[in-house]
């Protein structure tokens, strides 16, 4: 009796987590709907905002985030001289991505070429934070003739050891136990560690009061960014040697924006040392941490203003 009196309670527990699960992802969205346009890009539906004129900047954005981090601050300064497109990527934010859609390094890249594409954009200037820093050096090794130059801020160009400290809770090998969590455990445990992984994610500078929603934030209470950056991480792993060992070859020319207190990405392995793998590279460090495109906006302009002219 008291073995059924047990699995009742994970019954209803697992359903109460569910229904709380679909309850944040509705409300996350009823407070952050979707800002821009959708483009059907094969399996993916891609959802971006595209503002300004002139010669084109594409932003991509790191693990867990997605385009209201540059939106926040980025994007309307710089629409002032350009035309500037920011992505979310396939699975984050309000863009789809099947299930069994190929989640690369590589395949990401390919799908961003893709808009351009569909926006009969001939080249770009990507610019990539984080995990989107990756992800616009594998634009780059792909299709070096539809990427101009690279602005990579706080980007991750080295594979660890192991994943950062505030990203492992993400290591989740298998498919079903990553959809199983996203809809039960992650939302919960996301709240739980909210105010600890912002003192990572931002620090030493502190998170906006702003950045739930400015800053799309809340957009991390959907199960699918779970699922999705959990799928994203182990791409990474799988994908990031194979772009390491063509660094060498690399044409484009590649400018790093680092911060120097980063608490997410090691600042030498990742920017420091770059520039002994791609020959060209110019880095620059600054006083930050790892959201300098949220915590350093005017300095971020001027850094993607001068890869971009």
């Not at 993916?44 to 997605?66: E, F, P, W």
């Not at 090691?266 to 110019?282: A, F, M, V, W, Y």
Request: proline fraction near 6%; charge should be neutral.
């Amino acid at each position: 009796m008291l073995v059924l009196w047990i699995l009742f309670l994970l019954l209803m527990s697992t359903i109460g987590l569910v229904f709380f699960a679909a309850f944040s992802n509705k409300k996350a969205e009823q407070l952050l709907p979707p800002a821009g346009t959708f483009a059907q890009l094969g399996s993916t539906r891609l959802h971006y905002v595209d503002q300004g004129q002139g010669s084109v900047i594409v932003m991509i954005h790191g693990l867990a985030g997605n385009l209201h981090n540059f939106t926040y601050g980025l994007a309307a300064p710089l629409a002032q001289t350009h035309r500037v497109i920011c992505v979310d990527r396939p699975g984050c934010g309000y863009s789809s991505r099947s299930s069994n859609a190929d989640a690369s390094l590589e395949a990401q890249a390919d799908t961003i070429v893709s808009l351009l594409d569909h926006l009969q954009i001939d080249s770009a200037v990507f610019v990539g934070h984080s995990l989107g820093g990756a992800i616009s050096l594998a634009a780059a090794q792909r299709h070096p003739h539809r990427v101009k130059a690279l602005a990579l801020i706080a980007p991750w160009t080295h594979m660890p050891d192991e994943p950062p400290s505030v990203f492992k809770a993400l290591d989740v090998l298998s498919p079903m136990l990553r959809s199983i969590l996203g809809w039960t455990l992650a939302i919960p445990v996301t709240l739980y560690r909210m105010s600890i992984n912002l003192k990572v994610i931002f620090g030493p500078e502190k998170a906006p009061a702003d950045f739930a929603i400015r800053g799309g934030g809340i957009l991390s209470l959907k199960p699918q960014t779970f699922i999705s950056a959990s799928n994203d991480l182990q791409n990474v792993s799988w994908g990031m040697p194979a772009m390491e060992e063509a660094y060498a070859s690399m044409k484009t020319p590649v400018h790093v924006l680092f911060g120097k207190e980063d608490r997410v990405l090691d600042c030498k392995l990742n920017g420091e040392d770059l520039s002994s793998r791609i020959p060209g590279t110019q880095l620059t460090l600054v006083s930050g941490g790892h959201m300098l495109p949220v915590t350093q906006i005017e300095c971020c302009v001027q850094f993607i203003q001068g890869v971009a002219g």
